[in-house]
């Protein structure tokens, strides 16, 4: 693109010196006829008509990218040949216009390379040397050069004259092609850094833009300038009209004295936005120079750190519950043997046979209450016990199988109609062990609500769904329905915690682990009113693999 313009703006040049050329050739024919004869005059003439056309068709040529090159030698090639042509006309080694030859020299160098111009500094020798030998042995006297001018001069001042000529032509060729050559290559260092410079802005700006991070400069006398999309959304002031507003207004928590100018702070403070709860917001100082080493200003970061706060706290509380939660199951664990031997020795006692009324009575309470103790520790050691799933592929209707065969024998289940609904195919990739347990204290909880006896259901089926990340993924629905009394306000906003019951003998914790164990599945669960009376409780698991 660049040599293009160059050999553009060239072939225009020389455009508008043949025309000025030849309007001044025109005037001096006018006012002294006898200053050029007519041949010449016409051979100039038509040369220079020649030498308009021929730009003229090169301009429109020039359109066609492939052709540049060898327009570029087409160039010079005439250049040569009309300063050769023009010689002739005006009488050949008397000619003022020698000096032309120097011009398409120079051409050559700032279009081509250097090389090229030693080329043509070579051929304008040649084609000089060739002019004046030929005149003066008057072998061009036919076309109108008459020896005269050479004879007159003599061989020594013509070979003379050649090799002047000739060293003129070399030394241009080589101080242009220099110089170009050096111009060229700064040229294109600039172009390159140029770019680069473009290239970094670009960098810049997008960094800012899109930081996930507040970025914010402030001058030395805390006025704002930077204030990126971040902070923009974060505090919803634009950065127009943060432009220029002291940063104490908008960040009153920032410190702002004579130290931050010198060295990085760091720190954090509570932000309030309109909307919702104080954010926790952190932010580092960083002291900014000018190009004296002065101090001009600083750049602040803001990062919100209230979720990781967040994370850091349910963390701790995290253990410390779970320390808890081992250090409570240990001592649950080492209650039972005692009270195996309590209840143990109080039956002995019971069997014996020679007790009085209320002794017997005191003895059965201290048996019913060692039997709920155990109960107690019984549910509270599978709730605190860590729920890692070991996950096996089973058939779900077995596991039905099992649960109903254990209910079988319990009082509870008197009266009560239950009725599955599994497909006998349908497998789980779940922790066997852990589901018998968490659908065996679904079941209880459904039987211990309808104490008259009803309908109990139990159905699987498979359901599409979504995951955390959006992505589609099949599920396993598990419903138990009762026909019982329901959940009131209340029992429905503390269901799911440990502890909470309204039975007179529960322990609260048979859902509290339900809820550990599917949510130890990935799964999910939730209870609903059913329509007619009762309560339906849903767990959903997520499939990994229908079939084995
Ligand atoms: P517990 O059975 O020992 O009371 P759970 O954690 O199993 O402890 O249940 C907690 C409470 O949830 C129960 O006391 C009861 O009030 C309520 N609940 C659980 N399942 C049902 C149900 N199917 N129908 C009505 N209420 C229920
Ligand atoms: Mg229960």
New binding site residues.
């Given amino acids: 693109m660049k040599t293009e313009r160059r050999l553009r703006l060239f072939i225009v040049a020389r455009i508008a010196v043949t025309v000025l050329f030849l309007v001044s050739i025109l005037v001096l024919k006018m006012q002294e006829p006898q200053a050029i004869d007519n041949s010449a005059f016409r051979g100039i003439v038509l040369l220079m008509v020649a030498s308009c056309l021929f730009s003229a068709a090169s301009l429109a040529a020039l359109r066609r990218q492939s052709w540049q090159l060898i327009l570029t030698y087409l160039q010079i090639i005439w250049d040569l040949l009309f300063v050769t042509l023009l010689l002739v006309f005006t009488d050949g080694i008397a000619s003022p216009y020698s000096f032309l030859y120097l011009l398409a020299i120079m051409n050559a160098a700032m279009l081509l390379s250097r090389r090229e111009a030693l080329y043509t500094a070579a051929l304008s020798g040649i084609l000089f040397g060739a002019l004046v030998d030929l005149q003066y042995y008057g072998l061009l006297a036919r076309i109108g050069l008459s020896p005269l001018a050479a004879l007159q001069r003599g061989n020594v001042v013509l070979f003379y004259t050649i090799f002047l000529h000739l060293t003129g032509f070399v030394l241009t060729a080589f101080i242009t092609g220099y110089l170009t050559e050096r111009a060229r290559r700064t040229e294109d260092a600039l172009r390159t850094s140029e770019v680069n410079y473009e290239e970094l802005k670009q960098l810049h700006s997008s960094i800012v833009q899109h930081l996930e991070n507040g970025l914010m400069t402030i001058t030395r006398d805390g006025a704002i300038r930077v204030f990126n999309p971040y902070l923009q959304r974060l505090t919803g002031i634009s950065q127009e009209k943060a432009y220029g507003q002291p940063c104490q207004s908008v960040f009153p928590q920032l410190p702002w004295d004579d130290r931050v100018l010198l060295q990085a702070r760091q720190g954090e403070f509570s932000y309030r936005t309109a909307s919702a709860d104080p954010l926790i917001i952190g932010y580092t100082t960083i002291p900014l120079d000018d190009s004296r080493g002065e101090p001009a200003g600083i750049v602040v970061t803001l990062r919100n750190l209230t979720k990781s706060r967040q994370l850091e706290l349910a963390l701790k509380r995290q253990d410390r519950l779970a320390a808890l939660g081992e250090l409570s199951a240990r001592m649950a664990h080492e209650i039972r043997n005692p009270l195996a031997a309590i209840s143990g020795s109080v039956q002995l006692l019971a069997g014996n046979g020679c007790l009085r009324d209320h002794e017997a009575r005191l003895l059965a309470i201290v048996l019913r209450e060692s039997e709920r103790l155990n109960g107690l520790i019984t549910?509270f050691l599978a709730y605190a016990r860590p729920a890692v799933p070991k996950l096996e592929r089973f058939k779900l209707a077995g596991l039905i199988d099992d649960l109903k065969t254990l209910l079988s024998a319990d009082a509870r289940f008197k009266g009560i109609d239950l009725v599955v609904q599994v497909l006998p195919e349908m497998e789980l990739l779940a922790d066997r062990r852990q589901m018998h347990q968490a659908l065996l204290?679904?079941l209880?909880?459904?039987a211990?609500?309808m104490p008259q006896g009803g309908l109990l259901t139990l159905s699987a089926t498979r359901q599409d769904g979504v995951d955390d990340a959006g992505q589609r993924i099949a599920l396993v629905c598990i419903a138990?329905g009762?026909q019982?009394?329901?959940?009131d306000e209340e029992?429905s906003r503390?269901?799911?915690e440990?502890f909470?019951?309204?039975?007179p003998?529960?322990?609260?914790?048979?859902?509290?682990?339900?809820y550990r164990i599917v949510e130890a599945h990935g799964g999910s669960i939730q209870?609903q009113a059913k329509e007619g009376g009762?309560?339906i409780?849903t767990i959903l698991l997520p499939i990994v693999e229908e079939h084995a």
């Avoid at 003998?505 to 339900?514: E, H, R, W």
């Fill in positions: 549910d204290n679904l209880q909880n459904a211990e609500a138990v009762d019982g009394g329901g959940l029992t503390h269901l799911f440990p909470w019951t309204t039975k003998n529960g322990t609260g914790l048979g859902l509290a682990t339900v209870a009762g309560t409780f």
